[in-house]
């Protein structure tokens, strides 16, 4: 098949042709052509510089720090494998790796949700354009707003806590937050509500471009709302919905930084450490760079096996 | 000066296949000739290899004169019609007409008269502030056409440019570029895979086949002087028939037929060969000259034309595979049967409406012999059999 | 839910089935009613509680206002330097955004309509990277800014801002450069177009919807970043209105209704860029997803 770009380009390669005449015309263009294939590494420059300089170097540096103990300040001194054997030891990291998995086990109702609820803004219910608008606004609303307002809203002298004495359950009224059995599962329900938008967008648009004949076909054959449902609509969401599982994976390891920060601060205690949010306090509250960079390979480590997982997954399918 | 020449020209892309393979081809300043082939012959390739926008792997091509290989498509003095006409969607038919003329720098005032020009010829002066989007598809082909014109180039490549036009429209655009080359007299080189299109429209015709040309000439040499089986399959309407035919001092021997050999042509003995006989040069019995010979068939499909009719018939001999002469892109010989039949071939004959022709009907045909078409039996190659007498056709 | 989008026949159907109907009907739009109410109830009650006095909030938390006064908005202004701080995120987010149209738009039409060597490998790259989020990088990417002093600089802060997102937007053009008819680009050559002409006259006016959709995206994805601000412009004039509001929570822990003022200013570009361009948001994101 022909490449798009060949189209396009004269490669030089091809060798200069012999200019009959001298000026201008076809020996000109020639001339042109060869400086032509110069062109595009000079569009790419800005962007390769800034991704290197930005994304790949870092990433050699991110391992190579966290074989030292910087703080900030003056130049980074080697200790080895010190920072990843204190890791293993580390409390404070273990409780954040099982905060985050815990974030990790939601997922069936991180699914289940955006599915049901595209499954009937689909059904075009009186009013679903409204209300697609309205569950998309967390997702625009910055996570530090949502965090400091869930702050302000669950906070001991809060609206939350107010309605609750009004309705006179009163006793159950207490500072939310501030309880460490509850702090997380609170932080994950937030979390999920602040993400559902999104996955609401995107079932939905994997509805509307559902294989209808299939529908169809199955209803002929005799099948009900629910069989159609597991074994046509299902199937054909199901690319859709790894996607979603993925991105929400990674997003649980490297994304609600901003509204713990803003909500919880990790707290109370370390009720609220997530991984990421482990690698900042480590690193920028207790200025310990190298050991913190520890954590951050570690952390690479969880994207690796999460990028091994998609691609299994699309290979399995392709299969 | 338009006139352009192709020597030797080849390409191959980075995975091996070759696409077109040594295509030598002259065409003179002001003609009109058309590349026709099966899809994935070449002909597209060869006609982006002369505007440029299709490297060349070796070999020269020639515009005006001038070594125009590796030149850049804007140095060409070249213009293209697309076969989806490549419209700029988001600029008006004014626009889309004048951006080649700015970017080749040509003076203001000569855009607009140039511009003004075409439409007025094209017909769609109405239409100029108009874009793509809101045109109807023979509108678009205008301005395509329009686009080219006024660049008034030393050249006109057109890629198929009526295939994307339902069949009544296609017909009478035809008609249009016809008349707009002899107004115009400018070199035009159009590719189709339409063979009739490239009968009616091409001054000369090339046919293509593998990247290799098989044929250049005129649409009546080609037609009856085909330089091989696969141009002789692929030009004309029906398809030629073909059959393997046993040389015997008696005649020609094929399916239980034995037609004697046409006079004064001198034909190898004892071999096989391949004998086309073209369905129009199969005529009703009772309405043909006493002289040619005739044969008995028995009516399988009969097409009625209204003045003429297609009378189908089978013949007992095994169907000649000219590897799909239309289209190689076909899956296997034998897809165009519906179903299993014995290994027969199907001659088609062209015959005059004059009386009621019946299936199952035993018909007797008269075949004039003098236009029978031979060709190796191996190579494909047309043979020309030493004639004693001066040939009949022309 | 099938049963609902079915359009209901014409007789035949027996009335305690369209009773159940009808009846799943309204428990769903009840459900969501109350999910719509718990998105929408953030805005007003931080709308409601920077329009009233902290006493008054202290009384009826829940409530309405027993007074409406606009001097929390003025302090949050005036004492928390809001506006400031919106300023800062404006011009960071703004040129940010424009540095990331540029550079992803000549890194995509570089990278789908040029042939030349590691085309391939590097556009395998740039999509492998936009696999690894930022955050993994935080402490490498604050040494670069630090390295080349460029701490407490907005100019440090616009340029990380570049590169988190520009692995993203180059994929985003990519894809809609990839969908330009091959013809259109061979009728420019034959026009006579360059490199640069045709990316200017016929490349960009065709994906100009994917050009809108990779900025309202990234405004809104930057103008809502915390951590790398909070990195590279710790500094208290420097802060984008992101880290000045989540700063403030604690220096203004009782003023709830600066505070409040403070989230509400900070909501606005988001909100408007939203209700602007959500239909062009919903279609990007959508086929982002749906590939």
New interface residues.
Partial sequence: MRSLASVLSVASSTGPASPRRGAGGLAAGVRRGARRSVAPLLLLLPALVVLVGLRLVPIVDAIRLSFTNWDGFGAPRWVGLDNFKALVHDQQFTSSLVHSVEILLVMPIWILVPYAIAWGLHAQIPGWRFFRLAFFIPVVISPVVIGIYYGMALGPEGPFNAVLHAVGLGGVARAWLNEPALALPIVIAIIVWSTFGIGVLIFLSGLASLDQDQVEAARIDGANGWQIQRHVVFWQLLPVIEVWAIVMMIATFTAFFPLIFALTNGGPGTATYTVDFDLYQEAFTNGHLGYASSIGVALMLIMAVIGVLQLTLLRGRRG | MGSIELHEVTKTYAGGTTAVDEVSLEIADGEFLVLVGPSGCGKSTLL?MI???????DGRILIGG???????????D???V?????????MTVAENLA??LK??KVAKPEIERRVADAMRMLRLSELEKRRPGQLSGGQRQRVAMG?AMVREPAAFLMDEPLSNLDAKLRVAMRAELARLHERLGVTTVYVTHDQVEAMTLGQRVAVLKNGVLQQVDTPQALYHRPANLFVAAFMGSPTINLVAVAVERDGLHFGGHLLPAPEGVELPYAEHLIVGIRPTDLELAELADPSWPRMSVRVEVVENLGAEMHVLFAVDAPPVDVESARDPQRASPGDERLLADEERSRFTARVAARRRVDVGDELELALDTRRLLFFDATTGAALRPRERSRAVVD | MTAVAERARPGGVALSARVGRTAKLVGVWLIFATLALSTLYPLVFLALTALRSNADYASNPAGFPSAWTLQQVAHAFSQASMGRYAVNSLIVVSVAVAALVVISCLAAYALTLFEFPLRRTILVVVVAMMALPPTVLMIPIFKVVLDLGLLNKRIGLVLVYTSLNLPVSVYLLTSYMRSIPLELLSAARIDGAGPLRMLWSVVIPLVRPGLLTLVTLNFLWLWNELLFSVLILPDQNMRTIMVGISMTQGEFQTQIGVLAAGLLLSMIPPLLIFALFQRDLARGLAAGAVK
Wanted: proline share 6%; no cysteine.
């Fill in positions: 982006r505007a440029g926008i299709e490297t060349v792997t001038d070594d125009a290989t590796h030149a850049q498509p804007r140095d060409r070249i213009a293209m697309f076969q989806n006409y490549a419209l700029y969607p988001h951006f080649g970017l080749h686009r």
